[in-house]
């Protein structure tokens, strides 16, 4: 049979491997496996949330409230902007598969950093799109502004902080930057990782309600699957001029969310004190982290972010060492796809944390 030929070379998207599949695997008891591989919250969400998604649980008979007005009050608060600036997803990669649809076709060319958020490339090969990459591996402006000047790119990606490398772009630069660019190119700014990096550094800080009042051409993404420990909830948002939303709604399927998702982020968005709890705790968490590659030798990215991102030695071999931590339990990335000798490690309990050093400390000796 034959496909779409845009398929043909797009390497499908590997998640962190999930536990029910290192269990049968591996044999290992589930209460023995570690996951710390999709940046998901450790301490899952506000309790907060259980209670009041157990309650709506004899609801599922009906479809969803398709307005969303519930939480599309609550992050129109959170963010003191308008609903026409709101768009939400089943997660901000459905956001970016919409924004893709929306603006890109086969004579598209797409801009984005070296190592960054494999979601970009996949959805633009969906449309037929080119990607063009800078070369630093941070997000260096400057090469995007000079790539950006030769190429012309119809959306420019910008992750900050960024996945999976964890370094955040000043806010102050990136509005400097958007301010240079061209009314026809629309920029995204990814936040999946906004909270902690403006917990960490208020310079890192954007904000969506700045962004859409300067400029017409961005869309700033959010997403509950990080610090709201909602990743199983699968709900993101979109933050832009109200004549991109309007367009990312033509290509939005009815119910996208479901009503479990809809309460729980809604929820979830009230309990501001127990995110600002996890964050704070990522962060003491994440000095463990940095004293253990000091002691290991090798080199840890500056994380505005709930992961870090370990660079290993010459001698040492990010997949066999991902491997090895799998075969005991320990789920983590191996970013060899993505041409670095590295694994990402989401911070996590305490615990959890542990039990990384142990079993790490033991395999690179
Ligand atoms: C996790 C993540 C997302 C989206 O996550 P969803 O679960 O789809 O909301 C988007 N961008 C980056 C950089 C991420 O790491």
Do not use: W
């Amino acid at each position: 049979m034959k496909f779409n030929k845009k398929l043909e070379n797009i390497k499908t998207y590997e998640a962190g491997k999930p536990i029910e599949l290192v269990v049968r695997e591996f044999g290992i008891e589930p209460k023995d496996i570690v996951k710390l591989a999709s940046n998901e919250n450790p301490h899952g969400c506000s309790p907060k949330v259980q209670n009041a998604v157990g309650k709506i649980v004899a609801n599922m008979a009906l479809y969803p409230d398709d307005s969303m007005m519930k939480l599309k009050e609550g992050l129109c608060k959170r963010f003191e902007i308008a609903e026409k600036n709101l768009v939400i997803g089943s997660g901000s990669d459905q956001v970016i598969e919409f924004l893709m649809h929306a603006k890109a076709d086969e004579n598209s060319k797409i801009l984005i950093n070296s190592v960054t958020f494999a979601m970009y490339e996949i959805y633009a090969k969906h449309v037929g799109a080119e990607i063009i990459r800078t070369q630093s591996q941070e997000h260096n402006l400057e090469e995007f502004y000079e790539l950006y000047k030769q190429e012309n790119p119809d959306i420019i990606f910008l992750c900050t902080p960024n996945n999976p490398t964890g370094d955040a772009i000043d806010a102050e630069a990136l509005m400097a930057f958007i301010q240079k660019i061209d009314e026809d190119t629309l920029v995204v700014v990814d936040g999946a990782y906004m909270e902690y990096g403006a917990f960490k550094d208020a310079k890192k800080k954007v904000t969506p309600k700045e962004l859409i009042e300067k400029f017409s051409n961005v869309i700033y993404l959010g997403t509950f699957s990080k610090a709201y420990g909602l990743g199983g909830m699968r709900t993101g948002y979109g933050i832009a001029d109200a004549k991109i939303i309007k367009e990312l709604y033509k290509l939005r399927p009815p119910f996208n969310i479901t009503t479990l998702s809809l309460e729980a982020a809604s929820v979830a968005l009230e309990d501001e004190e127990f995110v600002k709890y996890c964050i704070a705790d990522c962060f003491e968490q994440m000095k463990r982290y940095e004293d253990f590659a000091k002691e290991q030798k090798i080199d840890i990215i500056e994380s505005y972010t709930n992961f870090v991102t370990l660079c290993l030695n010459e001698n040492q071999n990010s997949k066999d060492l991902a491997d090895a931590l799998l075969r005991r339990g320990m789920i983590v990335r191996d970013l060899s796809g993505y041409g670095l000798n590295a694994i990402r490690v989401t911070v996590g309990t305490l615990k959890q944390n542990d039990r990384f050093f142990v079993l790490a400390s033991e395999l690179m000796k």
